[in-house]
């Protein structure tokens, strides 16, 4: 993840298949940790936040854009 200016300002490392991921910060704190709740009809994620001086509408950006990403990539794959 990079700011405007194309800086390093977070990593995120995890198994994205399973949807279970945190996101660090350069030196590698933890930002966030996000799991996929698996259990309810429509897709639920539990996103815990743990630095408050991180944007938190940054990481739920992400999140929701992980979640566009699988979303596209599902339909594609079941229209062949």
């Keep these: 993840m990079e700011d405007a200016q194309g800086q390093r300002i977070a990593t995120v ?15 590698g704190s933890l930002i966030a940790q996000i799991n996929k709740n698996w259990v309810t009809i429509r897709d639920s994620y539990c996103n815990e936040i743990s630095r408050p001086d991180f944007d938190p ?19 594609s794959k079941s229209r062949f």
């Design 13 to 27: 490392k995890g198994n994205f298949t399973e949807h279970n991921y945190k996101m660090l910060a350069r030196e």
């Design 57 to 75: 509408f940054l990481v739920l950006s992400y999140v929701i854009a992980m979640d566009d990403v699988d979303q596209k990539s599902k339909a």
